[in-house]
């Protein structure tokens, strides 16, 4: 009868150790941090990213060092980046960490991710420079003033060149000093339908109007075909 009662009772000890174990893994909740932490700086705002590979978690905190960031407001479960702003714009700005909050009443501990520094950001490429087409605008001197008086070429300190896609020609000036009776100069212009006007500058500082514009349409060339390539002959 002993023997019995101490089966029974060696195996309900068992079950019930095996049953605390189970419990135990399963309280324990997730105990991965979050991981894969980046933080890029642009000016006085740093980027932080991270992954959690836990999806039972409560939200998120993001430290500077000893400084919680968020004040203590836990970010919701779904963020994966916050922005800090009014960093300070120069010097290493390391010790940032992200908390992974995890349900009090489960008794799970928060899990902080390793720390890392800011790194800057990587400036943007530079664009790549579309097709410019070099277009020589002449003009020739004009040799009175508004009031029908003379205007010696002596008295002419030169030109400003102003063009643009609408009849406003907005962009400019180009100032071409003096060199006679006639001037030249060469606009880089883009593709489109340009207008281009041109104003008289004396030596005294005074501005003509502007004359009546003139149009130069710009179009990129098509590119030189090229022939295809032979077929390719099998052994008979």
């Known amino acids: 009868m002993l023997n019995r009662w101490t089966f029974y009772f060696s ?3 068992w ?14 909740g997730p105990d991965d941090a979050p ?3 980046a933080a890029v700086r642009s000016g006085t705002e740093i980027a932080v990213t991270w992954q959690i590979a836990e999806d039972p978690v409560d939200g998120f905190g993001v430290f500077v060092g000893s400084t919680n960031y968020t004040k203590g407001a836990a970010l919701p479960p779904s963020a994966r980046s916050l922005v800090l702003t009014n960093q300070p714009a120069a010097g290493d700005v390391c010790g940032i960490t992200v908390l992974a909050r995890y349900n009090p009443t489960l008794g799970v501990p928060n899990k902080r991710s390793a720390a890392v520094c800011a790194t800057e950001s990587e400036p943007e490429p530079e664009p790549e420079p ?9 003009w020739t001197a ?3 003033r508004v009031d029908g008086s003379a205007l010696p070429l002596d008295k002419i300190a030169g030109y ?9 020609v907005s962009e400019g000036p180009v100032f071409v000093p003096s060199s006679g009776s006639s001037g030249t100069v060469t ?13 008289t500058k004396d030596t ?3 501005f003509s109007d502007l004359s009546v514009p003139i149009t130069r349409q710009v179009t990129e060339p098509e590119p030189e075909p090229v022939a295809p390539s032979p077929p390719v002959l099998e052994e008979m």
């Open 160 to 168: 400003e060149l102003f063009f643009g896609l609408t009849e406003q």
């Open 130 to 138: 579309g097709y410019l087409e070099s277009v020589v605008v002449r």
């Open 187 to 199: 606009l880089e212009l883009s593709p489109g339908s340009w207008f281009i006007a041109a104003r």
């Open 15 to 28: 079950a019930l150790i095996l049953w605390a174990v189970s419990a135990a893994a399963a309280w324990a």
């Open 35 to 37: 991981t894969n932490v």
């Open 11 to 13: 195996f309900l000890l």
């Open 204 to 206: 005294g500082g005074l």
């Open 142 to 144: 004009p040799t009175s």
